[in-house]
């Protein structure tokens, strides 16, 4: 059974860094890319960044771009979201998803998702 | 405002049909793979259409998927109270290099 387990997430202040991360299992993590979507409170859906299998490549949104690094460890199993000079707009629940890539993309499982709060 | 136009909200009685749409550009559904998402109240999202029109296992039929030029349709028969949830549309914007999802579509089984 895929299993995608996000931590890191809680309240910080404007222009602060927090780093999230997912822990992936039931699946061969190495084989796949992997991504994180973010949903504002009552909001929908924003994708933010994908990378990779191997982690070699990343693709960023606009909102991100500059400030969120996204990366993974294989050896762990565990992909992150790096993320610095935070705001307020960027509070939102973070999922992270295991992603299918190629002619095609879309996000096959989704983890429960980690809260940031960006507020002083 | 999303890139891929969907209706905020649609409703329909257990037992009937549903159809939600999906409006988007050439640079995105009109060149690329639709995908929809399911959330239900205070959970993740989950996949229920891929490729436009393949449902992953353990998707039941009563889903249905479609894609025609520029706009794609989410399609679900035999509604039950369970089905009342949020659904999102997804794809790749070729222009923008960035996945885009519509806003979301509220649905409302009475």
């Known amino acids: 059974e895929v299993q995608l387990l996000e931590s890191g997430g809680g309240l910080v202040q404007p222009g602060g860094s927090l780093r999230l991360s997912c822990a992936a299992s039931g699946f061969t993590f190495s084989n796949y890319a992997m991504s994180w979507v973010r949903q504002a409170p009552g909001k929908g859906l924003e994708w933010v960044s994908s990378?990779?299998?191997?982690?070699?490549?990343?693709f960023d949104s606009d909102s991100g771009k500059g400030r969120f690094t996204i990366s993974r460890d294989n050896s762990k199993n565990t992909l992150y979201l790096h993320m610095t000079s935070l705001r307020a707009e960027d509070t939102a629940v973070y999922f992270c998803?295991?992603?299918?890539?190629?002619?095609?993309?879309?996000?096959?499982?989704w983890g429960q998702g980690t809260l940031v709060t960006v507020s002083s | 405002q999303s890139v891929l136009t969907q209706p905020p909200s649609v409703s329909a009685a257990p037992g009937q049909k549903v159809t939600i749409s999906c409006s988007g550009s050439s640079s995105n559904i009109g060149n690329n793979y639709v995908s929809w998402y399911q959330q239900l109240p205070g959970t993740a999202p989950k996949l229920l259409i891929y490729?436009?029109?393949k449902r992953p296992s353990g998707i039941p039929d009563r889903f249905s998927g479609s894609k025609s030029a520029t706009s794609a349709t989410l399609d679900i028969t035999g509604l039950q109270t369970g089905d009342e949830a949020d659904y999102y549309c997804?794809?790749?914007?070729?222009?923008?290099?960035?996945?885009?999802f519509g806003g979301g579509t509220k649905l409302t089984v009475l």
């Open positions: 998803a295991k992603t299918t890539v190629g002619a095609t993309e879309y996000f096959d499982y």
């Open positions: 490729d436009n029109y």
């Open positions: 990378i990779t299998d191997s982690g070699d490549s990343t």
């Open positions: 997804g794809t790749w914007d070729t222009r923008l290099s960035v996945v885009v």
